[in-house]
């Protein structure tokens, strides 16, 4: 379901379950973030997320291992860390038990590493697989990270490069290098779970994680919930190996044109900013990394702890004032 269409299914239900009804809904359809958060005790908040998908590998165990780290994300990007999953399993009768098992040994050994645990699921026939994870987790309320809280002079930094999307569309139209390939499914299996923790450290104001919506889809709901304008720098921006060549060969997915539909009105390019660039950072991702709005003062020490974990992060632009997105 594209953006647009999501919004309108959405927009009557907001007023059935407003926080000003349910006090303890700290993140909830009116907010419309990540994921919903509610208050147990004063100590302990739960997040609540779900996410699943058609195969985007070939290999099972990687599709179920991708599946399972993507349907996480959205815990990290809420500043939490995870407890409990469920599996969502929809399998064509026909499919052979052992690849079956190959996926869910994926979501299961990923959701492990994570330090969460698997309690069980639901699964149905379908003649096209879909595999994901119900997941729980939690977070201080005092600690909640959402989209709403960039503010002007904060730094914009993002925590795994971009172009899993297309080259993923390149694979499935046989074109693409094997190592391409093989980078953007180590990207796509690696979780955020330490760069949740890292950025929670310094105090970031902001956070989502780059998904189905794309850079600028993503950033966009960060702005509008903000109230700001996020500035990006093409030449910051960073892409994993092959993503720029497949873009010049227009090999874009469906998804990159419902993205450009929806948020088209709030994205601004610089003058000097390809088309073919411009269409790839509409292009979705799949378990992409967080983009956080950091303090400017704070900025510095988070390099420091990401480069003293080996992690990697990038800074690739900056709040300002305004509205929308502006990409020079």
């Known amino acids: 379901m594209g953006p ?39 100590d302990v908040a739960i997040i ?19 599946a399972a780290a ?8 809420m500043g939490g860390q995870v407890v409990l999953a469920l599996n969502i399993c929809a399998f064509p009768p026909k499919l052979p038990p052992e690849m079956v098992s190959e996926i869910l040994c994926g979501g299961a050994e990923k959701l492990a590493e994570a330090g969460g645990v698997l309690a069980g699921g639901h699964t149905i026939d379908d003649e096209e697989p879909k595999y994901g994870l119900s997941v729980m987790g ?22 795994k490069p971009l172009g899993v999307g297309i080259i993923t569309t390149a694979f499935k139209g046989d074109v693409t290098d094997p190592a391409h390939m093989a ?12 760069a949740a923790q890292l950025v929670q450290q310094v105090g970031a104001h902001a956070c989502t994680d780059i998904t189905g919506f794309a850079l600028l889809g993503h950033g966009c709901e960060m702005a509008e919930k903000s109230g700001v304008r996020l500035c990006f720098q093409v030449e910051k921006l960073p892409f994993l190996d092959g993503a720029r060549d497949y873009a010049d ?25 390809p088309e073919e660039l ?41 709040v300002a004032q305004g509205r929308g997105i502006r990409v020079t």
């Open 48 to 66: 609540q997320t779900l996410d699943f998908f058609t195969p985007v590998v070939d290999d099972p165990y990687d599709y179920g291992a991708i």
């Open 183 to 194: 980078a953007a499914v180590e990207n796509m299996k690696k979780l955020n779970r330490r």
């Open 278 to 318: 411009q269409q790839l950072l509409y292009t979705p991702e799949t378990s992409g990394g967080l983009l956080v709005a950091v303090p400017r003062d704070r900025l510095e020490t988070l390099l420091r702890l990401f480069a003293d974990e080996g992690e990697s992060c990038w800074v690739i632009g900056q």
């Open 70 to 77: 993507n349907a996480m994300s959205d815990v990290y990007a």
């Open 138 to 159: 939690t977070v201080h309320p005092d600690r909640i990270l959402t989209k709403a809280g960039a503010r002007p002079g904060d730094a914009l930094v993002l925590t």
């Open 249 to 273: 060969m227009w090999l874009f997915p469906g998804g990159t044109c419902n993205n450009e539909r929806a948020y088209q009105g709030a994205v601004h390019f610089g003058p000097n900013v």
């Open 4 to 42: 647009e269409t999501l919004a309108q299914v959405l927009r009557p239900l907001e007023g059935m379950f407003h926080a000003d009804q349910h006090p303890n809904l700290l993140v909830g359809l009116d907010v419309s973030d990540d994921a919903a958060v509610y208050r147990i005790t004063d």
